[in-house]
């Protein structure tokens, strides 16, 4: 229920158990690596490290190439199906066994086969299009060229200029020969023969006309001829795609053998890369990071399984230099952990708010939602999530969290008699009662949040209240441990008085049996308040000083107050899911009413609204449950930006480690 306590620590070991500290490292994960400033010689076997690491990067490199290139034609994996399963020895021994590099070279020879293919096909496709236009020149396209006398311009022309144009040539001499190619909605292609005496005059009506001259390719025989060719070369590209990605289904069928190959080259990647921050000397070198202070007898009884050549000594952290942050909470509690990490981790020395937000924030949450069949709903689909797939620690936290919420849901959907927007006259009597009041409700129900929304209101109020002061008593015990304990308890302490005073005279008064100690709460506010007014301003120089500033400090409740009226949102957000369920079953039974297919339509609506009410409501509901922490609750004591641990560890991206 805190932060664990971290130590910087400084390992020296023999450089030939090198590789195997490491591996220990790596496999216990205990260990945030950090970079030795010291410069030191630069060894021959550095040279040889470093080769090794571009080579391991160069093979993890192509191993994503691979996947990538295959991850089109493998079988898809079904909803319920998890990762890639193995264990650590059954990995290594994969990467051993499986001849990766020879899937990696078919896979590099088809890829280069799919680009040419693919590049043929829109280029032979380009030409068919650029030249479809002329398929009807019976002319073989070799003999297309200017003689001694005579000038050959083909090109393209507006339809709506293309009369203009043969007008205006004609008018300039009768030996210009013209032949319309082609004609479509807005082009007319054509060829014009003329003498080379007139080309200054013809070359200047063409401008005018903005005529396009085509740029025909080089081939001997006809445009229909070489538009068949570029078809049938756009067939032979096809044909030849069709068979790459024939052989790449082949090979997907290996995906997951390369996935396990890519994690292990993962590991010895990173591993490369973390033995570079060494530090190092002919014959020993020096790891330095950070560790739990629990897990350094762990790490040492590991290292003395391989060896006895090694030390382990506490460090001090340089200047400037924070330990990073591990939240350290109970199996129970580890789910919270995924709301306060949205918000940022506390700084090394603040509290962490974890323990402390989780029974507000499930709280809010079924408040937000408030339904019964809805949470039973959510409970479910995250259990089954759970126990089907094997989620990534920081998912499955979530994961858990919102199974948590369905199941706090439930019952807060029960005492508010929320079920998927029913009411009781739309139920069997045998599931409801009269209340007293002659009001029909659930079984379980005690709350009616429709008819009696002024009671919700004062809920949420009281429980943002409740939470407003626990946060000013936690950075109390914040400011008490870290900062002068004088002005902790004289800055935030009267405050806490204040406080905990209001609160106590509006119980009082609210409440018939305590209404004799109203008057208590009543001295205990005014006592509060000049209190602050003594003590917010004593650091000022001046008399005058002093009084102002603690007369103005008085402020600070409007604050306060405004924080607590946020909560306000936990009631309009309950009664909006209920609303929005109650729409939906008004409108299914509308249809409900059409011949025939009613029923079916009745049973979409009602099915498909209640699960857009559902999702949408839920996603509100964690929403403000998390700005109410953040904004209302963590501003009071936590400042955050706390460096999170980042172990040197056996990261995985695609398999599933078994123990």
Request: net charge negative; hydrophobic share 45%.
């Amino acid at each position: 229920m805190a932060l664990a306590e971290m130590k910087k620590i400084q390992l020296l070991a023999v450089t030939q158990h090198k590789d195997k500290i490491l591996d220990i490292l790596q496999n216990t994960g205990a260990m945030d690596v950090t970079e030795i400033n010291e410069e030191s010689e630069v060894k021959p076997e550095s040279y040889k490290n470093l080769t090794k690491l571009q080579k391991t990067e160069l093979t993890y490199a192509n191993l994503e190439f691979a996947i990538n290139l295959l991850s089109d034609y493998g079988k898809k994996k079904g909803l319920f199906d998890g990762p890639i399963e193995a264990t650590l020895k059954e990995v290594i021994e994969k990467e051993k066994e499986f001849d990766y590099e020879s899937i990696i070279k078919e896979c590099t020879k088809i890829e280069e086969n799919l680009t040419k293919a693919k590049n043929n096909i829109t280029t032979h496709e380009n030409n068919i299009l650029l030249y479809e236009a002329w398929k009807k020149l019976d002319i073989d396209l070799q003999v297309i060229s200017d003689t001694d006398h005579a000038k050959v311009v083909i090109g393209s022309v507006k339809s709506t200029l293309f009369n203009s144009l043969i007008e205006k040539t004609h008018k300039i001499s009768d030996l210009i020969s013209s032949d319309k190619i082609h004609e479509d909605a807005t082009e007319t292609y054509l060829i014009l023969i003329f003498s080379k005496e007139l080309e200054e005059e013809i070359s200047k009506i063409l401008s005018e006309h903005k005529f396009s001259e085509a740029d025909f390719p080089k081939y001997n025989g006809k445009m229909s001829a070489y538009l068949a060719e570029q078809s049938e070369k756009v067939k032979d590209s096809k044909h030849i795609l069709t068979e790459t990605e024939k052989e790449l289904t082949k090979l997907a069928k290996s995906s997951d053998d390369l996935k396990i190959v890519h994690d292990y080259f993962q590991w010895q990647k990173e591993k490369l890369e973390t033995g570079r921050s060494f530090g190092e000397t002919d014959h020993t070198f020096v790891i330095q990071g950070w560790i739990a202070d629990a897990n350094i007898p762990l790490l040492e009884e590991r290292l003395e399984k391989e060896t006895k050549e090694f030390e382990i000594s506490k460090i001090k952290a340089e200047e400037g230099e924070h330990p990073p942050v591990v939240l350290k909470n109970s199996n129970f509690m580890t789910p919270f952990e995924a709301v306060t990490k949205v918000y940022g981790l506390p700084k090394y020395n603040e509290l962490d708010p974890t323990p402390f937000l989780a029974i507000f924030f499930i709280i809010y949450f079924a408040l937000c939602l408030t339904d019964a069949g809805y949470g039973i709903i959510m409970f479910v689909i995250m259990a089954l999530a759970l126990k089907k797939f094997k989620l990534p620690e920081g998912i499955r936290n979530m994961v858990r969290l919102l199974m948590y919420a369905g199941i706090v849901t439930f019952f807060m959907g029960a005492l508010f008699g929320g079920w998927f927007g029913l009411t009781p006259d739309q139920v069997p009597d045998a599931i409801t009662y009269t209340a007293d009041n002659g009001e029909k409700l659930f079984i379980f129900q005690k709350i009616n949040a429709i008819t009696n929304p002024i009671f919700v209101l004062i809920l949420s109020l009281a429980l943002g209240f409740i939470q407003v002061l626990l946060g000013v008593v936690m950075k109390l015990i914040h400011d008490f441990r870290h900062n002068d304990k004088k002005d902790a308890i004289l800055e935030t302490g009267t405050w806490v008085l204040m406080l905990s005073g209001i609160g106590f005279f509006i119980l009082a008064s609210a409440v018939p049996s305590l209404n004799s100690l109203a008057p208590v709460g009543k001295w205990w506010v005014l006592i509060a308040t000049g209190l602050l007014i003594l003590t917010q301003g004593r650091k000022s120089p001046s008399i005058i000083g002093k009084a102002a500033s603690g007369i103005l400090s008085l402020y600070g409740l409007v604050g306060y107050m405004g924080d607590i009226l946020s909560y306000s949102r936990l009631l309009a957000l309950g009664l909006a899911t209920a609303i929005i369920g109650l729409a939906v079953n008004t409108v299914a039974a509308l249809v409900g009413g059409i011949p025939y297919i009613g029923w079916l339509i009745m049973a979409v609506v009602f099915i498909g609204g209640h699960i857009f009410n559902l999702l949408i409501n839920s996603l509100g509901s964690f929403i403000h449950s998390g700005r109410l922490q953040f904004v209302e609750f963590f501003t009071k004591f936590m400042e955050g930006g706390g460096q999170a641990f980042k172990p040197f560890s056996k990261k995985t991206k695609y398999v599933y480690i078994k123990k």
